[in-house]
Structure formats: C-alpha cells, structure tokens
C-alpha cells in the first residue's frame, strides 16, 4: 500500500459521501459550477458537507468565481479547501486565499509542453496545483471531461508546492498513471461514474484501491 492521497470531485448525494468514507478517500469534492450535471447549490453542499467525517478534506471547487458567488458558498458550506478550475491568474489566486482564509488549489490544463510554464507560475500563489488535462476549445466543461493529457509531460517534475494528477483518470488506469508520473496525489470525477453527475460506489472503492496499490517511483 503506498500513501497516495485521493480526492473523489463532484459528490451530489448522500450515499457519494458514504461510499468515499467508505473506500478510505482523502479528500471529498464538491462543484459550484451551474453548468456542470456535479453542480449542487449552497443548501444541498451544506448537508453534504456536514456528513463528511472529520480527516476528509472538503474540497469546493469553483470556475473563475466572484467574491460573491465565493462568500455566499462559504457562508452555508464547511469547506477546507478552494479549487480554482477557471482562468484565474496567480494574482486573483492570492486574493482568493485572503478572502476566504483558506488554502486555495489551483487547476492548470496541458496539452503539450508549452503549457508547463504556467505550472511554475501559479506554483508561487497556490497551495497546491492540480494538474488536468487542457479542455478541447468546443468543450461545455474547463474539467470533468474524462479526458488525460501525456503523463510524459510531469513525469518526475517537482514544484515548490504539493500536486495533484487529474484528467481521465479510471481504477484501470490510475496505477499506471501513479507510476509513470511519481503524482502523490490523485483526482478523479467522470471516472467513477455510471453516467455524467452519477457516482457509482464501486467504482470509487475501485479506484482508491488501484490508487493505494500503485508503486510511487522514489523522489530523485
Ligand atoms: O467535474 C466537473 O463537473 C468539473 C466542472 C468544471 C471544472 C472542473 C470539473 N471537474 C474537475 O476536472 C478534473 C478532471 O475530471 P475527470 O476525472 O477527467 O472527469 C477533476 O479535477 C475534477 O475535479
């Protein structure tokens, strides 16, 4: 067993909180974002949130948000942690950890080797980095696309902050990535799904077990 740490994003229902306790994840994810079929309002993520035992991280995860619409989830949801998954640059990354007073993560998408650059930039505002795959230019989603970028590109980075691997990733497939990559930590949203918005419970206990299997390559 390796101590990959694992975030499950886009909880909508009481039994996704369950079966995250359940397969022993680390962090629970909940999406702020109206378009997205994971979308849950303040009220319903408040309920969600409160059934999330302590020593899971709760995660909310916002696209290019508003002080409003950030103070208005924050006054009815618990949250630990803010994922920014839009176009915010490092500057309203600072801001939004001095408005909320918690520690922000921030999304950056790949596709090729042009894009790592923005790595290291938000690597000196952020907390943590998220690493996902760039959406396609007609994508409906900036995330939640099942979709993964060329692990070649991280394989063996390091940043000045913690990171997590994102995009595509499945319980097939994770280990792989886990070990190709060296990530420590993991995400995963449409991959443990039934269909879009649907989690399915198996899946999920699946997928923390392939994460925890996974032979992390030692830090060079
Ligand atoms: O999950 C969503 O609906 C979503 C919406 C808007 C931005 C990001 C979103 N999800 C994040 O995208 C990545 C990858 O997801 P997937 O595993 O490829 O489906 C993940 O970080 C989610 O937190």
Not at 10 to 20: H, N
Not at 191 to 216: H, L, M, N, Q, T
Request: charged share 20%; glycine share 8%.
């Amino acid at each position: 067993m390796t101590d990959v740490r694992i975030k499950i994003c886009g909880l909508t229902r009481p039994e996704d909180v369950a079966a995250v306790a359940r397969a022993g994840a680390h962090y629970a994810g909940f999406v702020f974002f109206p378009r997205s079929p994971r979308n849950v309002t303040p009220a319903h993520a408040r309920g969600l949130a409160l059934a999330v035992p302590a020593g899971i991280a709760k995660v909310g995860l916002f696209v290019t948000p508003d002080d409003a619409t950030l103070e208005a989830v924050l006054a009815e949801v618990p949250l630990d942690l803010v994922q920014l998954h839009g176009a915010e640059t490092p500057a309203r990354v600072a801001e939004v950890r001095a408005l909320t007073g918690l520690p922000v993560m921030k999304a950056v998408g790949l596709a090729g080797p042009e894009d790592v650059d923005a790595i290291r930039d938000h690597a000196q505002a952020a907390d943590q980095l998220l690493i996902d795959a760039k959406p396609p230019r007609d994508a409906d989603l900036p995330g939640g696309n099942g979709l993964a970028f060329d692990w070649r590109l991280v394989a063996g980075r390091r940043w000045p902050v913690p990171w997590m691997l994102a995009g595509g990733l499945t319980p097939d497939n994770v280990a792989e990535a886990v070990a190709m990559t060296g990530a420590r930590q993991v995400d995963v949203s449409s991959g443990v799904e039934s269909a879009p918005g649907e989690k399915d419970a198996d899946r999920i206990a699946a997928f923390v077990a392939a994460a925890r299997d996974a032979s992390v390559p030692p830090r060079l």
